[in-house]
C-alpha cells in the first residue's frame, strides 16, 4: 500500500500487531515468570504430597496461578510501555486496539491452558486429593466448552477494569474511580437493599446459567469497560 | 501544509503554554525553533505531532484537523531519549519499521554507521548522548513529511553535532519535507536552517527566513533572540513582527 507521495503505507492491522507483539514481549515477561514460578511451586506441593502418601489434602490448581498474568500485564502494558510506545510514534489508537488483541490473545490461550488442566491433570490426580479452582468455584465445570468460555468472558472483563483503572490513576479520574469503588464495597455490602444490586452484578458476570448468556455479558461489557479508554487517551501525554 | 489558527493551550486551567499562535508553514525546509525556558517550545511540538489537544483554535496539517486519537501519520516525533523500550538498537530500528511502513532503514543504518553506533547494544546501556543520537536516527529516517525534533544534539560532542547538522540539511533542506528543530544552540542551527520561529510568552514574536532576519539589522540570530526575548528593555515591543514568508491570508481546507 503507498500514500500519496509514493512511500510504503502499513496496513493498520500490522501496526496493531507489532505494538501487540512488543507487549507480549515487553513488560509482561515479568508477569510470566512470576506466574510460572507460583504454579509450579503449587505443582511441586501436589507432587510431593502424593508422592508421600498424604491423603484428604486439598490444594489449589496451578492453573489459578496463571491468572496472575491477566492481572499483571495490563497494570505493566499501560503504565510502562504506554510512554514509550507513544514517545517513538505509535498512534494513541493502535496503542488501543493493540492491547485489547493483546488481552483477547491472554483471555484465549489462559483460558484454554486452565481448562485442559482442570479436565485432565487435576481429575487424574483424583483418589483422596482435591485440587480446586475457579472453575469449580463457580460452577463452571460442568463441561469443556463451558469452562473456557466462561474463563474466557471473565478474564477479558477482568483485563478491561485492570487496564482501565491502571491507565487513569496519574490522573484525577483514576482517584475518583478508586474511591467509587471503595464507596460501593463499603456502603453497598452492609445495605442489603443496595448488596441485591452488588449479588444481581455477580450473578450475571459469574452464576448466569446459560454460558454464552454469561460470556456475551462478560464481553460486551469488558468492551463497555475498555471502550472508556478513548476518553481518557485524548487528555493523556 | 502546517496551520496554527488561533492556537492556545493551557495546562490545568491556569498555566498558559500557547497564547493564540497563528502561523502557517507552507515551504519545505528545515526550520529552526528558539524560545527561553518555558515559552512553549516542546507544547508547539506535542501540539503538532497530536500528542496533546488544544484549549482553543485549531492545528491543521495539510487542511486536516489534527486529531489526538488519531495523530497524523505524517508527523515524526520523539519527544525524549530517556523513554524507549530497552531493545538493541537494531531491534528499535525493525520496530520502526513495524509502525511507519514508509521508514528507510537504509538510511537509519548509514546513520547509524556515521554515528559509530553498535546496533547490537541494549538502549539502556547506552550514554545520554548516544540515546539521543539513536532517537533522532529514528527521527530522520522515518520518512514523515514533518520531523520534529526537540534538542537533537543533547550530549553531541560539537563533531557529532557537525555532523548531524550536515545530515539534516541533505535530508530536509531539499525539499523532502518539513524539519522542525527545536534547539538552544542558536549560532550553530543558523548556519543550517532555512527559516526561524522564535516563540516567546507562549506567543511567537518572529518567523522569517533566517538571512533576512539577521540581515535587516546586521545581527547575530543569537544577538537577534536576545534583543527579541531578552526582557522590558530589550527594544521589543511584544508586536508579531511578519516575515516576507508569511501571506496572512486563509488557508483553503
Known sequence: MKDNNGR???????????????????????????SGL????????????KVTGKTGNSSLAPYCMLYLVCVLSPVLISCVNYGKFINIGVNKKTF???????????????????????????????????????????????????????????LLLVQAVVHTLAFMQNNAYGWVADILIVVIISVFTPVRALRQAEIFFFNLVLFLPNVWARTGICVLLSAAVYATNLIYLKKRR | MIEFENVTKKYRGSVTALSGISLRIREKGVYCLLGRNGAGKTTFMRVLAGRIPVSS???????KKIDVLDSPVNVAYIETAKNQFNMKIADLIKFS???????????????????????NKKY????????????TMLALSSNK??????????????????RFYRLLRERYGNSRGIAIVSTHLIDEIADYADKLIIIDGGKTVLYDD????????????????????GGKDCGHDGKFIYGKGYTGESYER
Do not use: H
Not at chain 1, 483424583?126 to 468472558?153: E, K
Not at chain 2, 537504509?106 to 554507521?113: G, N, T, V
Open chain 2, 124 to 135: 539502556n546501556s547506552l550514554s545520554f548522548g548516544t540515546k539521543t543520537m539513536v532517537t
Open chain 1, 38 to 49: 507460583c504454579a509450579i511451586a503449587m505443582i511441586a506441593d501436589i507432587v510431593i504430597d
Open chain 2, 57 to 63: 483554535g485549531g492545528a491543521y496539517i495539510n487542511g
Open chain 2, 97 to 119: 519499521r513495524g509502525i511507519n511502513g514508509g521508514f528507510d532503514e537504509s538510511f537509519a543504518l548509514e546513520i547509524a554507521e556515521s554515528f559509530g553506533l553498535d546496533l
Open chain 1, 8 to 34: 510504503t503505507k502499513n496496513s493498520k492491522f500490522r501496526q496493531i500487531r507489532t505494538v501487540a507483539a512488543v507487549n507480549f514481549k515487553r513488560a509482561t515477561p515479568v508477569a510470566y515468570v512470576l
Open chain 1, 96 to 154: 488501543f486496539y493493540a492491547c485489547a488483541l493483546n488481552y483477547a490473545v491472554y483471555a484465549a490461550v489462559i483460558s484454554f491452558i486452565a481448562t485442559v488442566e482442570r479436565f485432565t491433570a487435576d481429575t487424574l490426580l483424583g483418589n483422596g486429593y482435591n485440587v480446586y479452582g475457579i472453575i469449580d468455584a463457580f460452577g463452571w465445570d460442568g463441561n469443556f466448552a463451558a469452562a473456557y468460555f466462561s474463563q474466557f468472558g471473565f
Open chain 2, 210 to 229: 533566517v538571512k533576512r532576519a539577521t540581515e535587516k539589522n546586521g545581527e547575530t540570530l543569537g544577538e537577534l533572540f536576545e534583543r527579541l526575548t
Open chain 2, 145 to 162: 513529511d514533518v520531523v520534529l525534533l526537540d534538542e537533537p544534539v543533547l550530549g553531541f560532542d560539537p563533531i557529532t553535532r557537525r
